[in-house]
């Protein structure tokens, strides 16, 4: 894996040993990704609570829900009332908050600047074969439904950014070339896109793999372009995102308790765990500006009400040294 230029050999990526705080920012997907493959109904007030508990733990990149068709997306039918209803005083620091959501058309913009969002995320892939399952189009066609979502957007001041499915791998198609990944995102920087979501979204890449695709990106779009989407079937996220982090990637999604997957991508499980990704960046030395305890207590509630599996190591970790500590 390469390390970043100058670095003492026992540095973390990206840090540094003058007085300078290094950030990560970390974009927490959990009430979008994480519920969106949920086959039972979650009422919109436990939604809404997962996202106050979230943004009380110190989150400040939301992505609250998403504006798909109802009859794809069941979950997601009620994102209007969910992104109404979020109380952004849950939060330390409310005004910086940013609640974002998926819109795959301008009919899914509208309904979100009706509902007040702030930042909308456009997707397709880097497999037309995936594309072809999760919008029904072809790549060519889905950049051009996003230049009047773009335009428009910008028009009211809502940021957008745009993910990148499969850059690692296709449920369909297999391997995924680094040029094609590098290709979408010249596009999508070509409407004037400036935060790209670089996904794993069947959690198949390794470190090796990781690295290679972010630097053919970064070479088109500048790494500071670039957030990582890592999902965790394959065991590899944390690992993926050292390796991201010594490409100079400072941007991260995750969902707590690990939840996650996509309706369209059968057999991937959930996204990388806020709490695993939170545990490892503090102990690299970077700030996130979130409180691990509270997430983790977050992952637990979550995982309790979903009758779920915490797929947390960090958060389960927590939980069992709580009630041994509790017991003595
Ligand atoms: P379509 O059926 O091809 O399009 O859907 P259409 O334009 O012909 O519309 C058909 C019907 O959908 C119409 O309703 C429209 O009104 C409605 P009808 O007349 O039949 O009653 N419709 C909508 N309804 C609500 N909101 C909208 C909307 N647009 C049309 N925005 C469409 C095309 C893209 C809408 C559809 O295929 C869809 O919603 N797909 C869901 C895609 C999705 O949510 N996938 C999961 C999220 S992506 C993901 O998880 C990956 C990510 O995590 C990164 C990673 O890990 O890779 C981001
Ligand atoms: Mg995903």
Redesign the pocket.
Known sequence: MNKPPGKAANQAPGTTTGQQVKRVSVVEVSPR?GL?NETQHVPTPGKVELCELLLAAGVLRLEAT????????PQMADASAVLGQINRGASPQPAQVCLSA????L??LH?ALAAGVQEVVV?TAASEAFTQQ???CTIAQSIERFKPVVELARQRGVHVRA?I??ALGCPYQGAVPADAVAQVARQLLDLGITELDV?D?IGVGTAGRVQEVFERVAAVTGVQALAA?F?DTYGQALTNVYAALGVGVRTFHSSVAGLGG???AQGATGNLATEDLVYLLHGLGYHTGLDLPSLARTGQWVSRILGRRNASRVGCALEAAQLAERLQ
């Open positions: 990704d969106q998403a504006f798909v068709s109802p009859r794809w997306v998926l819109v795959p058309n009919q899914g309904a997707f999760n919008i029904h993910s499915s499969c996904a979204t989407h999902h996509c309706p369209y």
